[in-house]
T-cell receptor, first 117, second 111 residues
Framework: GAVVSQHPSRVICKSGTSVKIECRSL??????MFWYRQFPKQSLMLMAT?????????EQGVEKDKFLINHASLTLSTLTVTSAHPEDSSFYIC?????????????FGSGTQLSVL | SQQGEEDPQALSIQEGENATMNCSYK?????LQWYRQNSGRGLVHLIL?????REKHSGRLRVTLDTSKKSSSLLITASRAADTASYFC???????????FGSGTRLLVRP
């Protein structure tokens, strides 16, 4: 099966610092990746759609300058939380859509728990 | 924006019993998918049902879709303690392949 690797799995940082989260598709190419945010015991909220070689498409209410997304290759997308604050603490999950197989099904990373002190 | 609502929000059953979860959505869809999430982990795809399908089976899973009512149900038969997890429905509203997730059902299967 397709594997998506997400790192780090957990990060604790001071307020004001920036944090980068990586999402890699290990055995397939992914033209499109998605970034979600999840609060405890709640659903996943789509933040943005990341397209290889082009700008990300952000959902309404998501700050582009706060959550920088880069999809520089067909196997890697990164989410950078800039100048993180305690309210940015959350569980962030990426997913990837394979370019060359059944396209509706997504494969998810294992998530990153961000805690901003 | 969140597309679907699921009920119940939480479900506790005994091992061996069946578990039924329901999902409602708001707009037209191309397909509806069910995912499972163990606590603090990523999601695992369970099953996909297309808008022109009414029922689908996969092992102990049975999914139904009623597009006239904009609803779907997931049935897990002969539940096991290992089925304990959160279950989410997700809809693909258009050709962009993005998924909008429902509110989820937390299932606890007691041994």
């Amino acid at each position: 099966g397709a594997v998506v690797s997400q790192h780090p799995s957990r990060v604790i940082c001071k307020s004001g610092t920036s944090v980068k989260i990586e999402c890699r598709s290990l055995d397939f190419q992914a033209t499109t990746m998605f970034w979600y945010r999840q609060f405890p015991k709640q659903s996943l909220m789509l933040m943005a759609t990341s397209n290889e070689g082009s700008k990300a498409t952000y959902e309404q209410g998501v700050e582009k300058d706060k959550f920088l997304i880069n999809h520089a290759s067909l196997t890697l997308s990164t989410l950078t939380v800039t100048s993180a604050h305690p309210e940015d603490s959350s569980f962030y999950i990426c997913s990837a859509r394979p370019s060359d197989r059944g396209r509706e099904k997504l494969f998810f990373g294992s998530g990153t728990q961000l805690s901003v002190l | 924006s969140q597309q679907g609502e699921e009920d119940p929000q939480a479900l506790s059953i005994q091992e061996g019993e069946n578990a039924t979860m329901n999902c409602s959505y708001k707009t037209s869809i191309n397909n509806l998918q069910w995912y499972r999430q163990n606590s603090g982990r990523g999601l695992v795809h369970l099953i996909l049902i297309r808008s022109n399908e009414r029922e689908k089976h996969s092992g102990r899973l049975r999914v139904t879709l009623d597009t006239s009512k904009k609803s779907s149900s997931l049935l897990i038969t002969a539940s096991r303690a290992a089925d304990t997890a959160s279950y989410f429905c997700a809809t693909g509203p258009d050709s962009s392949y993005k998924l909008i997730f429902g509110s989820g059902t937390r299932l606890l299967v007691r041994p």
